[in-house]
């Protein structure tokens, strides 16, 4: 079973997303947002990436470019404050690949006199020294290649490199890292004890994991800084790239040490943040650079659509939070409109206004506010509280702001009653066919408690859901004690789970569920089925909700169900109240195969067929059913094992309009009369087949026909959920 997006409780309550009580929790201020701009000079870059690293390329570029100095990576004011944390001005400085940049001019300007510069092309020595002969008498500059410098042991205090390496480093060959690794060496040999290598780079994949791997297993302590600051000045050269600078700073080694200083800072940040692996270093530069490039993008085209990020901990590299950027087109934008952040409470992350992208613009709208991030928590992380969850998100989050807000304007953080939910992992498990899962349970926005059936192969959906209900023990939750403290997502606080509860069988909580079971009006007097002696197979378990509303509610129902992974019916019986007996079978089972089987027998069985049926196949464009089970030869038995006046009822979740044109077609070819009834907030669509066109119904009809079938339904002393209206819920039927 899988349901897509979320529930929607009651088609006609759609209007209750805009009255949702949104809670101003604080207020933080923003940070301005500054974007790279575009390389120049198209005409001289090489054709080849590998080419940055030949000296005959340099040798055209710079003689083709003439004595006008060349930028890349930044201006001198643009790295002035940073490169001067880790510059004193008697330190003897080596400039390598120098090339024609007023780098080291400005820095010997500012004070910095003990300068050589190297470089491979002669043509640009040449003009340097030409071009420095006069001003600046101390500077030296000389025609050397990195990786065989001509210079003594622990010559220099400090090495600066300004996108020599990213040249030199142009992909992740064996060759071309043989060749970086010899000019760490050649740089390790002449940098003094204490010395620094500042290179300043993008901070390209590759790159960044050959140099923090090499000094980190030298035993030097790493510093990465993102450099700050507004990248749309006169540097030529400039990428929608953040720009990085490595500070390696040369160690004694201790022996026996596995001791690493591994540490980022991030634009805003003065105190660095220290990382146990080089991985986890790695995995925190590649978050600055999606920020940049998410940042890059919501500027130039905000009306681009919804843009995902995720956060990880830097303790763990696990994913901690996950942000959506959504616009909404209806606001009119004002100084108080413009931003704001939205806290999604634990475990509702799945539902349609958050788990969408329609459902997120419909929030924004709602909210008042053009820009908004919504947040989402991840399970198997510990939030302490909605503060320490700002406290944690803000500089990253005010980076997302439009860069027309007001430095010192105030940004809302929003959240639904004010709290960050409940979420209790209850069980986790493997199937050998649908990878590992887990069973948590999680606050709604009423005061219920919702248990989930989610597949981490898809954890973003809800593949089975139940209402919990005060009362009974349920018999999970004492096999499982054990488990379930030990997985929990967060430790035992008064607002927990309740510790007796049961599972509400009254209660629906899929959407394409109350529609399946609406569509069982279609079958020959509706008002006798409640105690009609009558069959049903259903193939496709997960909790088992479906087939255990139809036992409970049509009391002489026999019914088949059949389901291919034998560790959903330890699921359901465990967790979500399922109970087989004698008029509720459970067949371990191909589905395909046991349809085939019983048409082989040319017998009609069944009055009704329900496919609710996963598909384990995430590349496909419909998610629900497998393909198989919609070919024409498998549907024509289908219809064999149907009853001719029997109804045949799909769960059709498929994205892929062209795909789902074809299916409806193979459909109409095998069952002439047709129904649709698509579910509001969710990608399902629940499609009524029938043999025989003389039943035919107009939607109108079809309602009738619903509400006498509900009648007989709500038996006296028999629980029924008051939401739960089949008339409504067959309003928006289509006749195909």
């Not at 944390?85 to 008697?90: D, F, G, I, S, T």
């Not at 030097?220 to 800084?225: N, S, T």
């Not at 105030?410 to 639904?416: A, D, I, K, R």
């Not at 195969?593 to 048409?599: G, N, P, Q, T």
Request: net charge neutral; glycine share 6%; proline share 4%.
């Amino acid at each position: 079973m899988r349901m897509e997006k979320e529930r929607k409780e009651d088609p006609k309550k759609a209007d209750r997303w805009r009255h949702f009580r949104y809670v101003i929790l604080s207020h933080k201020p923003s940070f301005p947002v500054l974007v790279a701009v575009t390389m120049e000079e198209l005409q001289l870059l090489p054709r080849r990436v590998r080419d940055f690293a030949s000296s005959d390329y340099w040798e055209r570029f710079f003689r083709e470019r003439g004595g006008r100095a060349f930028e890349w990576y930044r201006e001198w004011k643009e790295l002035r404050t940073l490169l001067g944390r880790y510059l004193r001005p008697r330190d003897s400085i080596l400039v390598v690949g120098c090339g024609n940049s007023e780098l080291s001019e400005q820095l010997y300007d500012e004070g910095y006199q003990d300068i050589i510069n190297v470089d491979i092309s002669e043509v640009v020595v040449k003009q340097m020294k030409q071009r420095s002969a006069h001003l600046r008498p101390k500077m030296t500059y000389m025609l050397m290649d990195v990786l065989q410098m001509n210079f003594p042991d622990e010559r220099f205090q400090v090495v600066l490199d300004k996108g020599t390496l990213d040249a030199l480093l142009t992909d992740g060959e064996d060759t071309t890292l043989s060749r970086a690794e010899r000019m760490f060496a050649e740089i390790s040999r002449v940098l003094q004890f204490g010395g620094r290598y500042l290179c300043v780079s993008l901070a390209q994949a590759h790159v960044l994991k050959t140099a923090i791997e090499y000094f980190s297993r030298e035993g030097w302590m790493v510093r990465i800084h993102q450099v700050s600051g507004n990248a749309s000045g006169t540097s030529e050269g400039e990428f929608a790239l953040p720009i990085f600078v490595y500070v390696m700073t040369k160690i004694r080694q201790v022996p026996d040490s596995a001791l690493y200083i591994l540490e980022l800072c991030s634009e805003a940040q003065d105190k660095p943040i220290r990382f146990k692996s080089t991985e986890h270093l790695i995995e925190a530069v590649k978050e600055r650079q999606q920020y940049f490039l998410l940042r890059n993008q919501l500027n130039k085209n905000p009306n681009s659509g919804t843009i995902s990020l995720d956060l990880c901990s830097k303790d763990t590299g696990q994913a901690r939070y996950t942000l959506h950027v959504v616009h909404s087109l209806t606001v009119k934008v004002s100084c108080d409109n413009q931003f704001a952040i939205f806290i999604i409470p634990q475990g509702r992350e799945t539902e349609w206004l958050f788990g969408t992208e329609e459902g997120r613009k419909q929030l924004a709208a709602s909210a008042g506010f053009w820009r908004l991030v919504t947040v989402a928590l991840h399970r198997d992380q510990h939030y302490a509280s909605m503060g320490a969850i700002q406290a944690e998100l803000s500089e990253k989050v005010m980076e997302l702001a439009p860069p027309a807000l007001p430095a010192q304007q105030q940004v809302p953080f929003l959240s639904v009653g004010g709290d960050i939910g409940i979420r209790t992992i209850q069980h986790r498990g493997t199937s050998p066919l649908s990878g590992q899962y887990i069973i948590e349970d999680v606050k709604g926005d009423d005061a219920h408690y919702f248990r989930h059936l989610i597949f981490l192969s898809n954890r973003n959906v809800v593949q089975s859901e139940a209402r919990l209900s005060s009362g009974g023990s349920h018999k999970g939750n004492k096999k499982h004690k054990k488990k379930k403290e030990a997985a929990s997502g967060n430790p035992a606080e008064p607002s927990a789970v309740p510790a007796r509860q049961s599972i509400d069988k009254s209660f629906l909580c899929c959407a394409h569920h109350r529609a399946m079971v609406a569509g069982l009006c279609l079958l020959k007097n509706p008002e006798c089925l409640p105690e009609a002696l009558f069959h049903v197979l259903v193939v496709g378990l997960g909790g088992g909700s479906l087939p255990l509303f139809i036992h409970d509610y049509f009391l002489q129902c026999c019914i088949d169900v059949v389901e291919i992974d034998p560790a959903m019916l330890e699921v359901a019986t465990c967790w979500f109240g399922f109970l087989p007996e004698d008029r509720l079978k459970v067949h371990i089972a191909d589905g395909l195969i046991y349809v085939d089987s019983l048409a082989a027998e040319a017998s009609s069985p069944y009055d009704a067929i329900m496919f609710d049926i996963d598909s384990k196949d995430s590349a496909l464009g419909m998610s629900c059913p497998p393909p198989a089970f919609v070919e024409k030869s498998f549907l024509q038995k289908v219809r064999a094992i149907l009853k001719t006046e029997g109804i045949f009822i799909l769960n059709l979740v498929c994205r892929d309009t062209l795909l789902r044109d074809a299916v409806l077609v193979t459909l109409r070819e095998t069952f002439p009369l047709l129904y649709s009834r698509r579910i509001e907030g969710e990608v399902n669509e629940i499609l009524l087949c029938q043999q025989e066109t003389r039943h035919k119904l107009l939607p109108v009809e079809l309602q009738g026909t619903a509400q006498v079938l509900q009648k007989a339904l709500q038996q006296p002393g028999q629980a029924w959920d008051s939401t739960y209206v089949l008339a409504d819920v067959l309003e928006a039927v289509r006749l195909m």
